[in-house]
C-alpha cells in the first residue's frame, strides 16, 4: 500500500509514498500491517503534499518516534481490498505468473511489477538465461492475460530481448 519515508517536521508527522490509485486513500485502509513483526500503524490524520502522503500517526507523537520508522513498508491483507474491475490487476496477482510467447514457449516468469514514473513494467526472469527483462505492461506487447491459467501472452517490440552490452566497448564492429 506505501512505504513510510522521512519525519516531516517535529510533531511526529511523516512522509509516506502511497500506492494507492488516489494517495489519499491510504488513510482509510486502517490499520496498517507492516514490515515489522508485530508492528501495526493506523493514520490519523494525511494530507497531500506534493508527490507524498503528509501523515500522523496514531501514537507518533515526536520526530524521534517517527524517523525511527523510516523504510517501513505498509500493507493491508487481500481479503479487505476491493475486487479488482475488469482489466484491473493487482501487482500480487500478476508475480509468479508464466510468460509465454505468442507461438506458446515459454519466455519466462514475472518477477515483479515496477513503475519508475510512467507505465508499469512487467520485470520478467527468463527462463532461459536466468537474467532479467523489462516489458512494458500495454496491451500491444501483453495482449492476453490468462490469470486464472498462470499465464500471460507476450509479443515484445523486435530486438527486445536481445543482449545488450552494458559497456560500449563490448560492442562488436562487425
Known amino acids: 500500500m506505501g512505504r513510510i519515508g522521512a519525519a516531516h ?3 511526529g508527522e511523516v512522509r509516506i509514498t502511497a500506492y494507492t490509485e488516489d494517495p489519499l486513500a491510504i488513510a482509510g485502509y486502517n490499520p496498517l ?4 513483526n508485530g508492528l501495526t500503524v493506523s493514520i490519523a490524520r494525511a494530507r497531500l ?3 507524498v502522503v503528509i501523515a500522523t500517526l496514531k501514537g507518533v507523537t515526536d520526530r524521534d518516534a517517527a524517523e525511527k520508522l523510516n523504510g517501513v513498508s505498509l500493507y493491508v491483507a487481500r481479503e479487505r481490498l476491493d475486487a479488482p474491475e475488469e ?3 493487482y501487482h500480487a496477482d500478476l508475480i509468479g505468473l508464466e510468460v509465454r510467447l505468442v507461438d506458446g514457449s515459454v519466455l ?3 518477477a515483479a511489477v515496477d ?3 510512467a507505465d508499469d513494467l512487467l520485470d520478467v526472469k527468463l527462463a532461459d538465461t536466468g537474467r532479467s527483462v523489462y516489458l512494458p505492461f500495454t496491451s500491444a506487447v501483453v495482449p492476453e492475460l490468462h ?3 498462470g499465464h500471460v501472452i507476450v509479443l515484445p517490440p523486435p530486438g527486445w530481448l536481445d543482449e545488450t552490452p552494458r559497456d560500449p566497448e563490448d560492442i562488436d564492429p562487425q
Open 9 to 11: 517536521g517535529i510533531r
Open 33 to 36: 500491517e507492516t514490515d515489522r
Open 49 to 51: 503534499a506534493k508527490t
Open 87 to 89: 482489466d484491473e490487476f
Open 108 to 110: 519466462g516468469t514475472i
Open 115 to 117: 513503475n519508475f514514473g
Open 147 to 149: 490469470i486464472a491459467a
